[in-house]
């Protein structure tokens, strides 16, 4: 294979050489393994990686010009092989400097290098990775190798028609790497078309999948198209796949077979021009053991399995995540919500086993909550609080703290009582509050009292009484006293209320 072989669409190896004859012994080698390949002089070398869209990899040989030195550092998307190089070692500093070829050359150390060149490639930074630059990836956020890994994925099978099956716990997202995969397809512009195997009925899941006919059974007042139908040309995605009924699980992967189908109660049959994205949080092969999911379906499906990490995996994803979906939440609802940064470190810390539906679902609730607002630890959900902080209880003036303390002491007297007083009750009012005023007075010391000292001691007594009672559960004595756990927290502070030691 030489220069003129080089076919459309391949990416080629450029060799960069002023040795006629050692550039033509090493496109020798280069042929007999297989690869497209272009040479040039080092005087050319500028001019041929101007495009650098179709170079796998350029190897350098000779006395290297200083301008071709200076191209591995202005290329750093291209790796470089360095051939017969004085000075190597100084070339070699570059990071997309892959490798050394040595004299004499094999086959076994030229397929090595020109895989890493490859894998180079592979995992190069990705525009598409970047929040913000499309609709695509949309919940596949993280800077994560695990997300990084999973997006590669989606771009690698998305242009091919090979079925796909999504593997991954509930919440992981799912539908939306399926979605992704139909919207980087030639099938983009056809309907992408979901359908949970088990939300649906096992006697109405063949109707729902293949359409019936008029009078196929009692109901089918008309004739309905199926699933496979409506996503005709595009995708079809069967979430929860392991929850299909076997009967069923055989008719599907007699459709994948023959690529025909026949609607409940009808003889026609139909083509069906359908992509199919599979997805579970089951183990099919463990089902298959078990007998309850058929091993021919399994291997129909399985062609491409991408499995989508569990969040707890990912957590460095986490604040990306929180930003991406506080947008979207401030999109559809007009208000978002702020999280401290050690909020943020002890939702880190959170295991998510409901992954990133749960994140979502806490959001929503802080935004009902604490709307326009920061929120801390101390505000967050008690399973959600794995960083041990004070909470901010602020200082208030004396007379707001003694009403507060006067509120709480008769916080149990019911106003719809005092509402239903009979009319004699009124009457004899003026009498009794006569005597409330007499006994009153009679409490109070002939010297007078610190009304400040005597209230604090009586919220101390009550505080007592009411931690004893439920000893010490600091929730359910704070729910007794009307107050909030973390103000019953800094009163036993403040306090020095502790339960004893046994």
Not at 94 to 118: D, K, R, S, W
Not at 221 to 250: C, H, N, W, Y
Not at 266 to 284: D, E, M, P, Y
Not at 459 to 475: G, N, P, R, W
Request: hydrophobic content about 40%; some cysteine.
């Amino acid at each position: 294979m030489n220069e003129t072989a080089t076919l459309v669409g391949h990416k080629q190896i450029l060799v960069v050489d002023n040795d006629a004859g050692r550039s033509e012994q090493l496109s020798t080698v280069l042929a007999f393994v297989g690869e497209h390949f272009s040479h040039c002089s080092q005087e050319q070398a500028v001019e041929k990686l101007a495009d650098t869209s179709h170079i796998l990899t350029v190897i350098l040989t000779g006395n290297v010009s200083s301008d071709c030195a200076n191209l591995i550092k202005a290329k750093p998307s291209v790796p470089f092989i360095l051939h017969d190089v004085l000075d190597a070692n100084e070339l070699a500093s570059n990071v997309n400097v892959i490798g050394t070829l040595f004299a004499p050359l094999n086959y076994a150390q030229l397929t090595e290098l020109i895989h890493h060149c490859h894998q180079y490639h592979n995992k190069l930074p990705r525009k598409a990775m970047k929040l913000g630059n499309s609709a695509l990836f949309r919940s596949l956020i993280g800077s994560s190798e695990l997300m990084a890994q999973v997006r590669f994925l989606i771009e690698q099978v998305a242009k091919t028609p090979a079925s796909v099956l999504v593997l991954g716990e509930s919440g992981t997202g799912k539908e939306v790497i399926a979605r992704n995969i139909h919207n980087l397809s030639e099938r983009a512009k056809g309907p992408f078309v979901p359908l949970n195997c088990g939300a649906i009925p096992a006697e109405l899941l063949e109707s729902e999948l293949f359409g019936h006919e008029k009078g196929a059974f009692t109901g089918a007042i008309s004739t309905r198209k199926g699933r496979f139908e409506l996503a005709e040309g595009g995708t079809l995605f069967l979430d929860e796949i392991g929850d299909m009924p076997q009967p069923m699980q055989v008719k599907l992967l007699r459709v994948l077979q023959e690529r025909t189908f026949e609607r409940v109660g009808g003889s026609k049959s139909i083509k069906a021009n359908v992509r199919i994205i599979a997805a579970t949080h089951q183990n099919l092969e463990a089902m298959i053991k078990a007998g309850t999911f058929r091993e021919d379906l399994f291997y129909r499906l399985n062609v491409f399995p991408i499995e989508t990490p569990a969040l707890r995996e990912r957590k460095e994803d986490i604040p990306l995540l929180l930003k991406e979906l506080l947008t979207r939440f401030e999109h559809e609802q007009g208000r978002t919500v702020r999280f401290t940064e050690k909020a943020i470190e002890s939702l880190m810390e959170h295991p998510w086993a409901g992954n990133v539906r749960e994140l979502s679902n806490l959001i929503e609730r802080m935004l009902i909550m604490y709307g326009e607002q920061i929120v801390d630890v101390a505000e967050l959900p008690f399973k959600y609080q794995h960083i041990d902080v004070q909470a901010y209880n602020p200082e208030y003036p004396e007379e707001l703290q003694e009403q507060d303390v006067i509120n709480a002491l008769f916080s149990g007297c019911d106003d719809d009582e005092d509402d239903e007083i009979s009319d004699e009750t009124q009457l004899a009012a003026p009498a009794i509050n006569a005597q409330q005023n007499a006994a009153d007075t009679a409490m109070l010391p002939s010297d007078g009292l610190n009304l400040k000292e005597h209230l604090a001691d009586l919220e101390v007594s009550l505080i007592k009484q009411s931690l004893i009672k439920h000893d010490y559960v600091v929730a359910r004595a704070a729910e007794t006293l009307g107050m909030r756990r973390t103000t019953l927290v800094e009163k036993m502070r403040k306090y020095d209320l502790q339960k004893a030691s046994d």
